[in-house]
């Protein structure tokens, strides 16, 4: 079973920086990336990575968020810059392969001054 544990979430003031990270256990070769949902609003995607390194991104991010990870530790990072308030969302990380798709459980990123 495929378990993904979050961390890096908070509270930042408009135009700083939060890094997000997602660490996953149970498997290997994991396509992983990130989704965020509003409150009111349907979940997004901000970006995924496959484990070749290809990656994909919402085009709100517009140069502002970058994903990365780390094979060896089978982690996803998504380094955000430039946080307006409208970024305010709970992270959601996500892991596929083999059609099987698997989710953790949400970290809050609040934009506020």
């Known amino acids: 079973q495929v378990q993904l544990v979050e961390s890096g979430g908070g509270l930042v003031q408009p135009g700083g920086s939060l890094r997000l990270s997602c660490a996953a256990s149970g498997s290997s070769g994991l396509t992983m990336g990130w989704h965020r949902q509003a409150p009111g609003k349907e979940r997004e995607l901000v970006a995924f990575i496959t484990i070749n390194g290809y990656t994909n991104y919402g085009d709100f991010v517009k140069g502002r968020f970058t994903i990365s990870r780390d094979n060896a530790k089978n982690t996803v990072y ?13 992270y959601y990380c996500r892991a596929n392969r ?16």
Not at 79 to 89: G, H, I, S
């Open 98 to 113: 083999y059609g099987r798709e698997y989710w953790g459980q949400g970290t809050q990123v609040t934009i506020s001054s």
């Open 78 to 90: 998504l380094q955000m810059n430039t946080l307006k308030p409208e970024d305010t969302a709970v």
